[in-house]
């Protein structure tokens, strides 16, 4: 037979759980803006029933119920999720870096109608075929003269741009490395918490997320991939390297590289070459030692072809004080491309093919004429045609880093939902649940107070009749 | 589909921020009028752009080639006129000289006239355009005609035969200058002889010299033929120049030019969707949830 006080312990079981039940939503609702936090909830289970105690069982019924009890903690999750979400973050975070970097060299080699490369050799151009009409006249030379200078500024200023980009992705570089590091100790000790948290057979809910926070931003820093294995370890790796095995971890080194310019290069501290192809780290690779390097060379070609082809025409030419042989411009790529010091006396510059020959422009249209001469790309392309055919695939690579990045957001977008649908505090449905744990735990005290008056009745008042 | 408060905070934000980029956008067409702002625009018609600016620009830097050019011919037109009203004028006196019933007094007041059309026709031929002589073939800088006393005076060309070609488009040059040498020299020598013939009432050499005058005044009419014709080949060249100007300019602007009327009603249309997710996200961040409607 139950005793009656095994119903006083029963409801308040009821209210121990109940009150645990209240504690998980209070905390849902605390996190309901964490970011990484996944919703928990109160399993709760009745207690072990238990057969009812009689000698010959006398119609009594059969096992009895002892209460209820939490039985676990749930995390809502899904490790596949969880899994997609990391790797689109880290496709994502490779052309999203890539499209940004990408715009600052838009920004450097923009082609506007009044700062353009190409505006500016139009000019200068223009200056030749001006000076051609006019050979002896002083203010068409001082206007040539500052076309030209004003070119081969603006070479330099493009060429020495892209260079401050290329050597500010240093920092860049490094700091995301540290973070790597940084985020791979912390799995690490996370996978060892976890570990001992698994072995006494508890959740550790709030752990898990931190973990799976550390492993998304390492997919976006580096596309690192991570596994879950089975005793809840987890292993990450970055381009079939290891990074963190249950609870150690590799490390990566950034050091400047004497083969590449001295600027920073990243390796595994055990020598092998770091391999990653995607998150942010790949994008700003790929910008700083790919698509940079060949904008820069070809600024480079650019300028020495314009300077080698006018400085041989100029050689031939007379100036007005009949010197000749000089070059027009120096240097010999972008960054050292000025106009000849010497030019500054604008006699010298020649615009006549022959010696005491004012009249002459012959020179000087000869160089106008290098406008449509096909210099570049093995002679098919003219100047303009190679520098404009250089910003259409610079503006084709951004567009394509654009769509990328935009595709992916789409992707990660929805899979973030799906995973907030799943995880996501709903404040709404922890009210309704405060309300009914609320509901139980009052039913539960009511029940104890029932329970305490049928004890009072029995004790108190049974057989005291005439008393 | 589960949805949380979160879900439908974030989606809000995004919707905004995407409208709002749309906006901004169409608005800066709106502003400058121009559909390609940066490289990556439209890199396909940048490339177009950038061809054709570039032509537009060789364009401008031949007719500024080509006016200047029509300077030049307009200056060896008044030049040449110049000359052949003064040569022509020389011819009659002249001629006048030649005839029986001058006497020697008469032929010396002939002369001294002579003698002043021919400082007239060194000046002439010494004619300048913009700080240039014109008849000194690449030495422009060098006043190419000078009379050298003596006897008989003689004339010293100081320029050379240097031909002045202009480039006037791919493929069309044109010579500007006329050989100085060729043409005024004949007409300064015969203007000396004619002179010094009449001063020394010397009839026989006079006739002689009045034809070598005659001969240089064709001459002279000869080369204004010539410049003549370059002048109008010239205006043909300058025509088709400002033509073709005028059609770049217009492809241009197809290219690079946004249509306005078409732009600020995209603008309108995207304002108002901006609006109305502006009104969507108040309503749903303003959404009360359960907790708040419990007492």
Redesign the interface.
């Known amino acids: 037979m139950p005793s009656l006080f095994s119903g006083i312990h029963m409801a308040l079981q009821s209210l121990l759980a109940h009150q645990q039940a209240m504690q998980v939503i209070e905390h849902n ?1 605390a996190n ?2 964490t970011p990484g936090y996944s919703r928990q909830e109160a399993i709760l289970k009745p207690g072990s029933p238990y057969p009812a105690t009689s000698f010959i069982r006398a119609g009594l019924p059969g096992q009895i119920g002892t209460g209820v009890l939490v039985d676990r903690v749930q995390r809502f999750h899904n490790e596949f999720v969880d899994e997609r979400l990391r790797d689109e973050n880290a496709l994502f975070s490779r052309w999203s870096v890539q499209e940004q970097l ?2 600052h060299i ?2 450097a ?3 506007t ?1 009044t700062d353009g490369l ?2 500016k ?3 200068f ?2 200056g030749w ?2 000076l ?3 050979p ?2 002083h203010a068409l030379r001082l206007d040539l003269l500052e076309r030209s200078k004003s070119l081969a500024m603006a070479l330099q200023n493009r060429a020495q741009q892209l260079r401050t980009i290329r050597a500010e992705q240093d920092l860049e570089i490094s700091q995301r490395v540290a973070e790597i590091n940084r985020l791979a100790d912390l799995v690490a000790r996370l996978n060892a918490e976890i570990a001992n948290v698994i072995s006494v057979g508890d959740q550790p809910n709030d752990l898990m997320d931190q973990r799976d926070l550390a492993l998304s931003r390492l997919a976006a820093l580096a596309g690192a991939d991570s596994h879950i294995q089975s005793n809840g370890d987890v292993m990450v790796s970055i381009g079939g390297h290891a990074l963190v095995t249950g609870t150690s971890t590799f490390e990566l080194q950034a050091l400047p590289d004497p083969s590449n310019n001295n600027l920073i290069g990243i390796t595994w501290s055990d020598g092998q070459s770091y391999a990653g192809v995607n998150g942010e780290l790949a994008g700003l690779l790929a910008v700083r030692d790919g698509i940079l390097v060949d904008r820069l060379n070809a600024l480079d070609d650019f300028a020495s072809a314009l300077a080698s082809r006018v400085n041989e025409i100029h050689r031939n030419g007379f100036g007005l004080n009949d010197a000749t042989g000089l070059d027009f411009f120096t240097g010999s790529d972008a960054l050292t491309l000025r106009v000849n010091d010497v030019l500054d006396s604008t006699e010298n510059i020649a615009a ?1 093919g ?1 010696p ?7 020179v000087a ?1 000869a160089i ?2 290098v ?2 001469e096909r210099l570049m790309t093995a002679g098919t392309a003219t100047l ?2 190679f520098y ?2 250089e ?6 690579e ?2 394509k880093a ?1 769509r990328l990045a935009n595709d992916r957001q789409l992707v990660l ?1 929805s899979l ?2 799906q995973k ?3 995880a ?5 449905e ?3 649940k405060m ?1 009914q744990s609320q509901r139980a735990f009052q039913a539960a005290s009511r029940l104890m107070t029932t329970l305490d008056e049928m004890l009072d009745r029995i004790i108190n008042r049974m057989g005291r009749v005439g008393i | 589909m589960r949805v949380t408060h979160k879900m439908m905070l974030e989606s809000a934000i995004r919707y905004m921020d995407e409208n709002l980029q749309k906006l901004t956008t169409l608005q800066e067409r709106i502003s400058d009028g121009k559909i390609i702002h940066s490289i990556s625009d439209d890199p396909a018609t940048l490339q177009t752009v950038l061809t054709l600016r570039s032509t537009l620009s060789a364009g401008r830097a031949y007719l500024n080639t080509a006016n200047e050019t029509a300077g030049w011919l307009e200056a060896n037109e008044t030049a040449l006129a110049a000359a052949i009203d003064t040569t022509s004028r020389a011819l009659d006196l002249a001629l006048l000289g030649i005839s029986d019933t001058s006497g020697s007094v008469e032929r010396q007041a002939l002369g001294s006239e002579i003698g002043g059309l021919l400082s007239t026709a060194l000046g002439i031929a010494n004619s300048t355009y913009n700080g240039s002589y014109i008849f000194a073939g690449f030495r422009t800088q060098t006043k190419p005609f000078e009379i050298i006393a003596g006897t008989p005076d003689t004339v010293a060309y100081l320029g050379d035969t240097g031909t002045i070609v202009r480039s006037l488009s791919p493929g069309i040059d044109m010579t500007v200058n006329i050989d100085g040498d060729a043409v005024f020299t004949p007409v300064l020598s015969a203007l000396i002889g004619v002179r010094d013939a009449l001063m020394s009432d010397d009839t026989a050499t006079l006739q002689s010299e009045t034809q070598s005058l005659r001969d240089a005044l064709e001459a002279l009419k000869e080369t204004r033929t010539v410049n003549a014709a370059r002048q109008r080949h010239l205006e043909n060249i300058i025509e088709r120049i400002e033509q073709a100007q005028i059609d770049l300019k217009s492809l241009l602007s197809e290219r690079e030019d946004a249509d306005l009327a078409e732009t600020i009603s995209l603008f309108r249309n995207q304002q108002t969707l901006y609006n109305a997710t502006l009104e969507s996200g108040r309503i749903v961040l303003n959404t009360p949830n359960l907790f708040e409607l419990m007492g």
């Open positions: 609702v309901a803006n990408l715009r838009e920004i080699l923009n082609e109608q190409l505006a050799l139009d000019l151009w223009e075929r001006s051609s009409t006019d002896s006249n006549a022959s005491m020959s004012p009249g002459d422009g012959s249209e106008a004429d406008r449509t303009d045609q404009s055919g910003l259409v695939t610079l503006g084709l951004i567009q654009e977008d973030g939902m907030e649908s799943l996501g505090v709903s404040l709404d922890e009210a309704a309300i």
